[in-house]
């Protein structure tokens, strides 16, 4: 039998090169569906995300309801003063003066307009999310929070 001592640090007590070596470690394993939970909330005001690509600004989505249900879900769920809110507030609105005549193409259009500036909206999250969790600081904040131990040349123990 033999018996081997090692010390280990939290994050915090690691020395900045140590402390950017796990940063980095970190940042190249992260591999999660990091935008899980913007397609769940999004998915609770109706709104379907197909598909995404951040790097290209492409977004596929879709309604999974109405477009009238759809703005008023994301106004109840983000709120009024939100980005989102007020791009409902608007379509609602406009949507409001077309009524007397429902059946006209600018009602179409109105959807259309909706429906991309959702899709605007989405993507800026998604884009904002990646960002986010790819700087610096998000690792420190995770790496810091999850109580981790590393060796004291900053490899995870």
């Not at 998915?43 to 197909?50: L, M, R, S, Y």
């Not at 949507?95 to 909706?114: A, G, H, M, N, P």
Request: hydrophobic residues 35%.
């Amino acid at each position: 039998m033999r018996t081997i001592e090692i010390n280990l640090y939290k994050f915090e007590e690691l020395s900045e090169e140590a402390q950017a070596k796990a940063i980095k470690n970190h940042q190249l394993h992260s591999e999660y569906e990091w935008w899980d939970s913007i397609e769940m909330n999004a998915e609770q005001c109706g709104v379907i995300i197909d598909s995404f690509d951040t790097y290209r600004g492409d977004i596929s989505l879709s309604f999974k309801w109405n477009p009238q249900d759809v703005a008023n879900g994301l106004i109840k769920f983000w709120g009024e003063g939100t980005d989102i809110g007020e791009i409902s507030k608007k379509f609602l609105a406009d949507r409001e003066t077309l009524y007397i005549d429902y059946s006209t193409d600018k009602e179409d259009e109105l959807v259309d307009e909706f429906h991309s500036d959702v899709s605007h909206y989405f993507l800026n999250q998604l884009r904002d999310e990646l960002e986010w969790i790819e700087s610096d600081e998000y690792a420190k904040e995770y790496l810091s929070d999850m109580g981790y131990d590393f060796m004291e040349d900053g490899t995870e123990y």
